[in-house]
Every structure is written in structure tokens, then in C-alpha cells.
């Protein structure tokens, strides 16, 4: 499965970093990122499959390569080792075949010992993408970490026999996660109903409704959640879906859902799990160009993949030094700048 370059629009890297081929990959990735262009599993507005694309250039910084983190002080497109193997190809008039070839490129991935970075596409491919860890990792042996407005365990019986609605459900009824360590954040609104909540209750999966996360503080929900995620297992898989943020901050989306996270919770949070917690993939969905504005959901997709990856690379640098990364210290006091009051 070789470089096929950008499924819409020009060929392309993620902020120029090396491109990759599956068939003849180095042997030091320590990521590698991918693009799933399928959006034939929406239930409302299509338009993710041109989500990898924006993903891929939305930023007003040179595509070089590089990018340092303010926050913890790393580049991690130079400190890790990152490729990109372009987009794997779906057609949205062949669900099947596009989920057997996302899981296989996944699984190839998984196989060289990097981190899968997946971008969507809708959350239908949260289906190959886990299971595909799953199967390099264990079944049973990572946890979900899921930010979204919606639960995503729709009945399988209902309608089409895949979908953005079920991959979770699946995912669980197929061994391949455990419903007790399904961590669900920012869910909203007015679906699913009581048998479908029943049916999430038996299977032990743990989801913070937004109502929960504002009357706790969001801080809390997460530690709780990151406790329960490392408890017996060995990787966290984190699957982001940009609806979670409230649609005036990210409006180009296929199912926007009023009340959700602020755009700068998400980017705090995604951080504090990548840094914290041992990431074994990571997934960006539902990034829907058509129904953007000023790019500005393109952009927050980006910076998720930008702060997934700073986290991991911080963690392994603090791991390899025996340091710590403290958010409370002034950033120009960081690192031996010195100064600043």
C-alpha cells in the first residue's frame, strides 16, 4: 500500500513532514499519519471526506517540517519521528472495502511500531482504526478515550449495517475494547435514548454528559477518567470528534450540537491525555470543509494533531530525562531562559 498522495486536492503532506510509503517504510517511525477520506457513513451532511486535505494544510505557518510548542517546549514533527503515507483510498459507494483497507493500512502501521494519527473522514473509521490497535495491541488491552457530542453506539440493526452512529458498539460487542474502560466526553443533546443508555450502563462504559462536566469542572471528569483508563490496561487509543466542540467555534461539521466544549478546553485536554497517558493512536473526525467558516474548524483539526503529538513527544523527552513538565511555570522561564516576572 504505497504513497497515494491526496485524495482531493494537492498532494500534500501533514505541515510538510517526509511523506511515507507503507510498502517500503523506514524503520524508525515513531508516528505515522494517514488520511481516511470517507464520509459514506453520515447520517446528516456529508463532507469529511475532504476533511485529511484541510487537516493537512491549515495553518498560516511555512510548511517545513517543524513546529515548537509554546506550551511544553518541544517540536514534536523533529523530536519524533513523523511521516506521512498519504490518504488510504475509500469509496463511499463501498463501505465494506473502505473499512477492510483503513483497517489494513492501520494495522500495517501499528505493525512498524509507530503511532497511527488517522484523519477523517467521519467517525465511521473509528471501527477499522481501534480494531486494527486492538489487534497489534491486544483486544481488550487498550482503552477509548472518545471526545464527542454523540455516544456513538446506535443499534446495529437500525438502518445500514455501518455507520458514524455504531462504531462504538461495535467496537465493544466485538471484544475489541472493553465497555468498562470506554471513556466518553462532552455528550450532548437529545440522542440516544433510554435503551440505548441501558444497553451503554450494562456494558460498564463511563460517559460524562456535558451537564456532569460543568457542574464538576472538566479538570476532575478528566483525571477520573484517565484513572479508569489506565486501570488494567496497557495503551489509550483517543478518538476525537470535532463536534464536541460548541459548532460557534467549529461549524464545519457534519451533526454540530449547541452547548459543547470551548475549542481551548479541547486543545488543553487532548494535551494533558497525550503527555499523561500512553497514546497508541489517535484519530481526527467529522472535520466537514463545506460548512466551515475562515477555515477556523480546519484549523482546530490541526492543532488537535499538533497537540497530540507535543504531548507525546514531551512525555517521552521527561521519561528519557527524568523532568517534568509544570504548565504553572512562565514560559520564558522555561527550558533556562530565564527572565520574565
Not at 463532507?47 to 491549515?58: H, K, S, T, V
Not at 443499534?155 to 462504538?168: C, F, I, N, S, T
Not at 461539521?253 to 478546553?265: A, D
Request: one cysteine or more.
Amino acid at each position: 500500500m504505497h504513497h497515494l498522495g491526496s485524495a482531493f486536492g494537492p498532494d500534500i503532506t501533514f505541515l510538510g513532514v517526509p511523506r511515507l510509503d507503507l510498502d517500503d517504510p523506514p524503520a524508525d517511525a515513531d508516528v505515522i499519519i494517514l488520511g481516511a477520506p470517507f464520509d459514506g457513513g453520515t447520517s446528516h451532511r456529508p463532507g469529511a471526506r475532504f476533511g485529511p486535505a484541510a487537516i493537512r494544510q491549515a495553518c498560516y505557518l511555512p510548511h517545513n517540517g517543524a513546529r515548537r510548542s509554546l506550551a511544553l517546549g518541544v517540536d514534536p514533527l523533529t523530536e519524533l519521528k513523523v511521516y506521512d503515507a498519504g490518504d488510504v483510498p475509500c469509496y463511499s459507494g463501498d463501505i465494506e472495502q473502505s473499512i477492510r483497507t483503513v483497517e489494513g493500512a492501520v494495522r500495517m502501521t501499528a505493525g512498524l511500531g509507530a503511532i497511527p494519527v488517522v484523519l477523517g473522514g467521519d467517525h465511521t473509521i473509528a471501527l477499522p482504526d481501534m480494531r486494527a490497535v486492538a489487534r497489534h495491541h491486544g483486544f481488550g488491552r487498550v482503552s477509548m478515550l472518545h471526545f464527542d457530542a454523540h455516544a456513538d453506539t446506535g443499534e446495529v440493526e437500525d438502518g445500514p449495517l455501518y455507520g458514524h452512529g455504531k462504531p462504538m458498539r461495535q467496537l465493544i460487542e466485538s471484544g475489541a475494547v472493553r465497555g468498562d474502560r470506554f471513556l466518553q466526553m462532552g455528550l450532548r443533546g437529545y440522542w440516544p435514548g433510554p435503551e440505548t443508555l441501558r444497553w451503554m450502563a450494562e456494558q460498564g462504559m463511563r460517559s460524562y454528559e456535558m451537564s456532569e462536566i460543568s457542574a464538576r469542572g472538566f479538570d476532575t471528569c478528566l483525571a477520573e477518567a484517565f484513572a479508569t483508563a489506565m486501570d488494567d490496561c496497557d495503551g489509550v487509543y483517543l478518538s476525537v470528534d470535532v463536534d464536541v466542540v460548541d459548532p460557534g467555534q467549529a461549524p464545519g461539521t457534519g451533526t454540530p450540537e449547541p452547548g459543547g466544549l470551548t475549542s481551548r478546553q479541547l486543545l488543553d485536554a487532548v494535551r494533558r491525555a497525550a503527555y499523561e497517558l500512553p497514546i497508541v493512536g489517535v484519530e481526527v473526525v467529522e472535520v466537514a470543509p463545506p460548512y466551515d467558516h475562515a477555515d477556523i474548524t480546519a484549523y482546530l483539526g490541526n492543532r488537535i494533531v499538533l497537540e497530540a503529538l507535543s504531548g507525546i513527544a514531551r512525555r517521552r523527552r521527561d521519561a528519557g530525562e527524568g523532568t517534568t513538565w509544570d504548565p504553572t511555570v512562565p514560559l520564558l522561564r522555561r527550558d533556562g531562559l530565564g527572565g520574565g516576572r
